[in-house]
């Protein structure tokens, strides 16, 4: 009798056809009955179905942001040689904001509220212009429309959009473009990691001394900023096999995801900097912590990635430590 009655009761819900996050998955489960049979099958039920229903939004999910990131990626690479750019600044005489930078985010956003209308969003340029930083557990994109706009200012060709979409406050998808090499690195959670649709792994670089770094000035010139870089860069140096920038830390996580470098470090950074390299370099095999050797706080404005623990530790010994304002 228990038997049938669990599995009545197990057909009444897969008539509801969950469509809803795990997350929401989850609140319907604490209503099911409470004996052991019953939470056993229970939780292999719902486990399936969360399992299930993730994969079938990230589908959905990745399909959407894919095409509206090719489509921006080409008005970039449009203007990107143009020289008339209509160039402002936002924190500081080299923090620069282009009209490309607040195009691009604008097309990104309408195009996934559209077909996401109960999404979040962090946008770079939202930000800067006022916005909250809202960095919940709610589905939500995290953007730089155009990351390396230094790089754009000057047609030097290594900008690239970076885009991510975090649930639960965890990646599960992350695409860095660069249109004007034509280099599309996409992960998703559990999928592993691509560029131009062909698997891409970490390095398998162990020893500092063997190890390419990337590294950067950024765009303040903050002076205690200036000299812990500095210090870094003269400490590091003898250290390794060199030292790397490519003015954008979306296409410096890139280059580590890919093999090229084997690890990245940078304190002032956002989490729009970063978000997409986390889960393109976690799904290529590598790892991304806190520059002191702790878990990464995304709002912490620090970052530190490596092809793999123990080089990233080696790093992270050797590094001065930078604290800046936390987003």
């Given at each position: 009798m228990l038997i049938?009655?669990?599995?009545?009761?197990?057909?009444?819900?897969?008539?509801?056809r969950v469509e809803t996050l795990p997350s929401d998955i989850s609140v319907i489960f604490r209503q099911m009955p409470r004996n052991n049979f019953q939470n056993q099958c229970s939780c292999k039920f719902f486990a399936k179905m969360s399992s299930e229903t993730a994969q079938i939004n990230t589908n959905e999910f990745y399909d959407v942001v894919l095409s509206l990131t090719k489509n921006c990626g080409q008005l970039i690479k449009e203007r990107i040689s143009s020289r008339t750019k209509k160039v402002e600044t936002k924190t500081g005489a080299i923090d620069f904001v282009t009209e490309t930078d607040q195009d691009v985010e604008r097309l990104l956003i309408d195009g996934l509220s559209k077909a996401f209308p109960d999404h979040k969003f962090i946008g770079e340029e939202t930000v800067s212009s006022g916005a909250q930083c809202d960095f919940t557990d709610a589905?939500?994109?995290?953007?730089?429309?155009?990351?390396?706009?230094?790089?754009?200012?000057?047609?030097?060709?290594?900008?690239?959009?970076?885009i991510a979409l975090f649930i639960n406050k965890l990646p599960v998808i992350g695409i860095i473009y660069n249109p004007m090499l034509d280099q599309l690195f996409t992960a998703r959670k559990g999928k592993g990691a691509y560029l131009n649709g062909q698997k891409i792994t970490v390095s398998g670089t162990k020893?500092?001394?063997?190890?390419?770094?990337?590294?950067?000035?950024?765009?303040?010139?903050?002076?205690?900023?200036?000299?812990?870089?500095?210090?870094?860069?003269?400490n590091l140096m003898p250290q390794v096999h060199g030292l790397r920038a490519l003015g954008s830390a979306a296409l410096n996580m890139a280059m580590v995801a890919c093999g090229a470098a084997d690890a990245y470090f940078e304190y002032g950074i956002h989490i729009w900097d970063i978000a997409a390299g986390e889960m393109i370099i976690t799904e290529a095999g590598g790892v991304v912590i806190d520059p002191a050797g702790g878990e990464i706080d995304r709002?912490?404005?620090?970052v530190l990635a490596a092809s793999n623990q123990e080089l990233a530790e080696q790093l992270a010994k050797q590094l001065v430590q930078f604290y800046p304002e936390r987003d």
């Open positions: 049938a009655r669990y599995l009545k009761r197990l057909n009444r819900n897969l008539r509801l589905p939500t994109w995290i953007i730089d429309p155009v990351d390396g706009t230094m790089n754009f200012v000057h047609s030097f060709p290594h900008s690239c959009i970076s020893a500092l001394a063997d190890a390419l770094i990337m590294m950067e000035f950024g765009t303040s010139r903050d002076p205690e900023r200036r000299k812990v870089i500095l210090e870094n860069q003269q709002l912490s404005r620090r």
